[in-house]
């Protein structure tokens, strides 16, 4: 079975930075794109950053310049630093993966359970 676990979220006050981490256990074969995504109370759950196996990234356009997103493949972990926050960065943070278990032939999508990142002074 595989699982995606975040950690890193937290408490900041604004203009600080949080790191996120997110690992992948588990009967894994291969794992293709990675990413991040946010909901914050009332609103629609939205794409943060998204990271390829070839290292490609996509970030939404109001996030450029102070998220960056990464990965380290031998450890099945992808990161998130957030820099520079803002109150309206307050969100549930999940996790996600494309990850083709061991002995199936296709990948499926995989998420953690959230992490909660809170900006306040």
């Known amino acids: 079975q595989v699982q995606l676990v975040e950690s890193g979220g937290g408490l900041v006050q604004p203009g600080g930075s949080l790191r996120l981490s997110c690992a992948a256990s588990?009967?894994?074969?291969?794992?293709?794109?990675m990413g991040w995504y946010r909901q914050a109370p009332g609103k629609e759950r939205e794409m943060v950053a998204r990271?390829?196996?070839?290292?490609?990234?996509w970030y939404a356009d109001s996030l450029k310049g102070r998220f960056t997103i990464s990965r380290d493949n031998a450890k099945n972990t992808v990161y998130l630093q957030m820099n520079s926050l803002k109150p309206d960065d307050t969100a549930v943070y999940y996790c996600?993966?494309?990850?083709?278990?061991?002995?199936?032939?296709?990948?499926?999508?995989?998420w953690g359970q959230g992490t909660q990142v809170t900006v306040s002074s």
């Open positions: 990271i390829t196996s070839t290292v490609s990234t």
């Open positions: 996600n993966a494309a990850i083709r278990p061991r002995g199936v032939s296709h990948s499926s999508d995989y």
């Open positions: 588990g009967s894994i074969g291969s794992i293709n794109a």
